[in-house]
């Protein structure tokens, strides 16, 4: 089962039988909207706060997958998320609300692919046969935590990106119909010593490209074997970085076969800055419209590679550096799934 130092290989191969997506009035108009669940009108949906706000998105992600399954709420064994917000006390209430045994993680926009990774292998190992798996995030709840609130009114450089109000589940399976979960790598730590916060996709590069980098290499496989490798978020800078240092690195890799979430989300003309961000930025991406093409077709084989950048309001104001991490999860579907 494990391959190498960091990569999972999942003999079962768990299928993702459903998703769930929720997102803001932004995402509404951005590029996907026709692949989302639900899109709200507003970012407080009748709560008195944001992370209110965030812990009903969440509910609504999940209460989507459980609808878009054959199964019942009752049937599934494990809750696994989380979200931006200090102590992920969003995902925590909404496990209180969908009473369902939680495991609460934290790995930043990273996330997603973290609670995936983790749902397919206790699936894989007999641990449980159903298991809620997601993450999830707000713009204005993270701009107060992270940066300034957003009546601030505070102007941000041409790197900053924006983070996607929203949330993502997918509904993982021991057996189904739908893609399936085929191995997972590990992400590990790596810091390059940047401390801007205002540029996450340039700290993040290196931390998805030694995942991507280390998938391969522990599964044998080249590049080509993906129809696409797709970052979470990484926007225009971090996208142009890790795939100038993949090619570098002599990894196969176009710009027609890796795509990333933050730049896909939103249409040209949305004030993005440098494209989106947030930990549900992934998982509305991958779990609305790349499962869906998966769906119809159109892509067979996906690796996807959560990026996700582990500061926080204080380490920043003492000055420290920004440390990373990339969880990456194949996804297969198909008769050729190995």
């Not at 590990?188 to 401390?195: R, T």
């Not at 129809?227 to 142009?240: A, F, R, V």
Request: aromatic share 8%; glycine share 10%.
């Amino acid at each position: 089962m494990l391959s190498g130092h960091r990569t999972w290989i999942f003999d079962k191969k768990p299928v993702i039988i459903s998703s769930g997506t929720v997102g803001g009035p932004f995402e509404a108009k951005g590029n996907i909207p026709d692949d989302i669940d639900l899109l709200h009108d507003n970012i407080w949906l009748n709560q008195s706060s944001f992370e209110k706000a965030n812990q009903i998105m969440m509910e609504e992600a999940c209460q989507y997958a459980v609808k878009n399954s054959p199964i019942e709420k009752e049937q599934v064994k494990f809750f696994i998320s989380g979200d931006l917000i200090n102590q992920i006390t969003p995902t925590s209430f909404a496990a209180k609300t969908m009473a369902i045994p939680y495991f609460g993680l934290f790995s930043a926009c990273a996330t997603s692919m973290e609670s995936l990774a983790l749902s397919a292998f206790i699936v894989n190992g007999d641990g449980a046969d159903y298991i809620l798996s997601g993450c999830s995030s707000h713009n204005a709840a993270a701009e107060k935590q992270f940066r300034y609130p957003t009546e601030y009114g505070g102007q941000k450089p041409p790197t900053a990106q924006w983070t996607v109000t929203g949330a993502g589940c997918a509904l993982v399976a021991k057996e189904g119909n739908g893609p399936r979960i085929t191995s997972a790598t590990i992400g590990k730590v790596v810091d390059m010593g940047m401390s801007d916060p205002f540029n996450m996709g340039g700290a993040m590069a290196p931390a998805a490209v030694d995942t991507i980098e280390t998938h391969l290499r522990e599964r044998n496989v080249d590049a080509s074997y993906y129809d696409l490798i797709i970052t979470g978020d990484l926007g225009h800078i971090g996208h142009d970085t890790s795939l100038d240092l993949l090619q570098k690195r002599g990894i196969a890799v176009t710009e027609e076969n890796y795509k990333d979430c933050g730049l896909t989300i939103y249409r040209e003309g949305q004030p993005v800055l440098a494209g989106g961000s947030g930990a549900a930025c992934s998982a509305v991406v991958v779990y609305g419209h790349f499962l869906k093409k998966m769906k119809r077709n159109e892509l067979n084989r996906i690796l996807v590679v959560a990026t996700g950048s582990l500061h926080s309001p204080l380490s920043v104001q003492q000055k420290d550096s920004i440390p990373c991490i990339a969880h990456a999860v194949s996804i297969e579907s198909g008769s050729d799934v190995q």
